[in-house]
């Protein structure tokens, strides 16, 4: 269903995201006092009234500069404005009107568009102290405080009659397999995502740290819908020296919890770094379905791939459950051959198994190789139930299971894993021990108990 779309513009650092947030009663975009934060769009669905529902978009800030980010940050608002219904220009009132402020106004009214003027940073004002404004020739500015929260009812009022009467306004609930694209800076996160959408949704340009918010953008693809999150490239904490970097990756990592399966993308050219390792143990922490992405693959000779190939199945041998699918994002090769094994992957996460058939392949697990004895005791395992999903999570119960070394758990994962024919899915493995009957109970002498056990005394104080 297509609600109708508003969008946030300005120049950068007047509060579009702050806004963004406030309306969508969300932390989705970052915000900080520092400039040019956002660059990519970012979409949020949000209900103005009670049946009124529309989707937000954020953009970055509008620049006359003539970097290639800024460039392409351009590019990203001119999408934004051409999909809008209405439109949000930002203005601070802390800065009143500014050059580029006027500059934005004039491209604002050639277009068809129902424009809304905001002037945010304005608490506690009224229009009187907001008169510089009209010169932007866009009419009455609505004053506003997304940071406090003023004015923003007003705003949403005078939203609402300028919405497109034929929307069919029920609310939207987006079903679908969220998959995170993880992986370091620049090896080519959002040129994949451009590939698999078919359009520049996302910039991307050679440049490492240029996406920095976490993106998520709903689409569909032979009737099964998707989720996509663009997350920031994530560096060794040594070089991480912006303090937006920093909060960007945080947010990457926290996608990790939104998401059902992580794509994770490496550069071909220089193999699994040891960054690319500390990722797979992260994402094998948090027990995500995993497929592996190799990108530049078409850049390589011969020799070069049954290097990187040779390197790989050294490399990636503690996430021996995913796939590794090699694929040029920037070309298109490949790219299709990755939707079949993310289905797969959200539908064995999500799969409940029958007790019986776990307990069948607990019996051959325990005679392929028993457990070995810890402190003379022997570990038995005598049953195992499926207790959660995304990821499975299998919990074994028996005697001494907290003695259960760290090796023979790690066969029960790869068998059960191998028993069950999960596509890139891992397991999780939990121990419980059936409490002691006789715990806490105190065992009483009888009488003629304690008569022979003062005589056994007796002897031993003689010796």
């Known amino acids: 269903m297509n609600y109708p779309i508003i969008s946030l513009v300005g120049r ?156 069919d306004r029920i609310e939207q609930k987006i079903d679908g397999i969220a998959v995170a694209v993880l992986g370091r800076p620049n090896v080519g996160k959002s040129t994949l995502i451009n590939r698999i959408l078919g359009e520049d949704r996302v910039l991307a340009i050679d440049h490492p740290g240029t996406t920095r918010d976490t993106i998520f953008i709903p689409f569909e693809r032979e009737d099964q819908q998707y989720t996509l999150i663009d997350t920031a490239g994530i560096r ?10 920093k909060f960007s990756i945080i947010k990457a990592i926290s996608a990790l ?13 220089e193999g699994v770094t040891e960054q690319d390792a500390t990722l797979l143990g992260m994402i094998a922490d948090k027990g995500r379905a995993l497929l592996i992405a190799v990108n530049k693959w078409d850049g390589l000779d011969d020799y070069q791939k049954s290097e990187v190939k040779r390197k790989l199945d050294v490399k990636l041998s503690f996430v021996n459950y995913a796939s590794v699918h090699y694929i040029s994002a920037l070309h298109g090769s490949g790219v299709g051959k990755l939707f079949e094994p993310i289905k797969k992957s959200y539908e064995y996460a999500g799969k409940r198994f029958p007790t019986s058939l776990l307990n069948k392949i607990l019996e051959q697990a325990n005679n392929s190789h028993q457990p070995p004895p810890v402190a003379g005791r022997r570990v038995r395992l005598k049953f195992v139930n499926q207790s959660d ?27 059960f894993i191998s028993s069950l024919k999960l596509t890139n899915t891992p397991i999780k493995i939990e121990f419980k021990s059936g409490d002691n009957p006789f715990k806490d109970k105190k065992n009483v002498l009888s009488a003629r108990q304690i008569q022979k056990k003062r005589r056994l005394m007796k002897f031993v104080k003689k010796k």
């Open 12 to 167: 950068p650092n007047v509060g579009k995201s702050t806004l963004f947030n406030r309306l969508s009663n969300s932390r989705q975009a970052l915000v900080s006092d520092y400039e040019g934060l956002t660059r990519d769009r970012q979409y949020k669905n949000i209900q103005l009234e009670n049946e009124c529902f529309c989707t937000i978009v954020d953009t970055g800030g509008l620049t006359n500069e003539n970097s290639e980010i800024d460039s392409g940050i351009q590019s990203q608002v001119l999408s934004a404005l051409d999909e809008s219904d209405i439109i949000y220009f930002i203005v601070s009132n802390k800065d009143g009107v500014t050059a580029l402020d006027l500059d934005i106004s004039r491209q604002l009214r050639k277009l068809k568009r129902n424009v809304i003027l905001v002037c945010n940073k304005a608490e506690g004002l009224n229009l009187s102290y907001a008169s510089e404004f009209y010169e932007l020739g866009l009419g009455e500015p609505t004053l506003i405080s997304a940071e406090h929260n003023q004015g923003i009812a007003e705003l949403i009022e005078k939203t609402i009659p300028l919405l497109p009467e034929t929307i």
């Open 236 to 245: 060794r904490k040594r070089s991480v020296d912006e303090k937006i970097e």
């Open 257 to 269: 919890e939104d998401s059902h399966v992580v794509v994770l993308v490496i550069d071909a050219h």
């Open 389 to 415: 999903v995304f990821p499975p999570t299998l919990t074994f119960h028996g005697n001494h299971v907290q003695s259960v070394p760290k090796s023979y758990e790690r066969f029960l994962k790869n068998f």
